[in-house]
């Protein structure tokens, strides 16, 4: 949906000269980012106010989007896909974040939420097979992702000290999603390596 609404975007755009054909492709690119940015953001915000935890929603987007954006992670084959099952890990967390003002799972969170981080830390950044890094890409999102983490693991250990749940949970459940997307990119990586090996076996 998304996808289509990026190229409808260009294309009028094209159509009233005010791109040229060279440029098509990097105005759908940075429109589907755009639309993609605003729709998820619109439906977190919804599903935090229909929940009653709206600046926790927002807290979680926001930090959850600056890790995504360097480590990397999971990606789905189809955009119709990737829509469904982002839809799903947001709703997911923001109900988890409303559970937390009925029931205390803070202790089980944090220790999950540190070997979320040693599995961030291992992992990141991960590629995909359609948008490889460079070395220098790596080296440049291994730095950024780190320095994420840091900022993110900070501002966990000031939440638990000053006691605001409203930001740790958030903030916890981010890394969590974060390692589980890496944890599903390597997997899903793995498997494409080994079914090209036994393509290549096949062949010879």
Same mark, same amino acid.
């Given at each position: 949906?998304?996808?289509?609404?990026?190229?409808?975007?260009?294309?009028?755009?094209?159509?009233?000269?005010?791109?040229?054909?060279d440029?098509?492709?990097?105005?759908?690119?940075?429109?589907f980012?755009?639309?993609?940015?605003?729709f998820?953001?619109?439906?977190?915000?919804?599903?935090? $106010?229909?929940?009653?935890?709206?600046g926790?929603?927002i807290?979680?987007?926001?930090t959850?989007?600056?890790?995504?954006?360097?480590?990397?992670?999971?990606?789905?084959?189809?955009?119709t896909?990737?829509?469904?099952?982002?839809?799903?890990?947001?709703?997911?967390?923001?109900?988890l974040?409303?559970?937390?003002?009925?029931?205390d799972?803070?202790?089980?969170?944090?220790?999950?939420?540190?070997?979320?981080?040693?599995c961030? $830390?291992?992992?990141c950044?991960?590629?995909?097979?359609?948008k490889?890094?460079?070395?220098?890409?790596?080296?440049?999102?291994?730095r950024?992702?780190? $320095?994420?983490?840091?900022?993110?693991?900070?501002?966990?250990?000031?939440?638990?000290?000053?006691?605001?749940?409203s930001?740790?949970?958030?903030?916890?459940?981010?890394?969590?999603?974060e390692?589980?997307?890496?944890?599903?990119?390597?997997?899903?990586?793995?498997?494409?390596?080994?079914?090209?090996?036994?393509?290549?076996?096949?062949?010879?």
């Open positions: 949906m998304i996808n289509k609404l990026s190229v409808l975007a260009a294309n009028q755009l094209l159509k009233h000269n005010a791109i040229s054909d440029e098509k492709e990097l105005y759908e690119y940075g429109i980012i755009l639309l993609s940015y605003l998820y953001s619109f439906f977190t915000i919804t599903c935090g $106010f229909a929940l009653k935890c709206i926790s929603s807290a979680f987007y926001f959850f989007q600056i890790i995504r954006k360097f480590a990397g992670g999971y990606h789905a084959l189809t955009e896909r990737c829509e469904i099952l982002s839809m799903i890990s947001i709703l997911a967390v923001i109900v974040i409303r559970l937390s003002k009925t029931y799972y803070q202790i089980a969170l944090i220790i999950i939420t540190a070997l979320s981080a040693v961030i $830390f291992s992992l950044p991960l590629d995909t097979k359609e490889p890094l460079t070395k220098e890409e790596f080296k440049r999102f291994r950024c992702s780190m $320095f994420t983490l840091t900022i993110i693991s900070a501002i966990i250990i000031l939440s638990v000290t000053l006691r605001i749940k930001i740790l949970y958030p903030t916890c459940l981010s890394l969590i999603l390692s589980i997307l890496l944890i599903a990119g390597k997997i899903k990586k793995l498997r494409e390596k080994d079914a090209e090996k036994q393509s290549l076996r096949n062949i010879s």
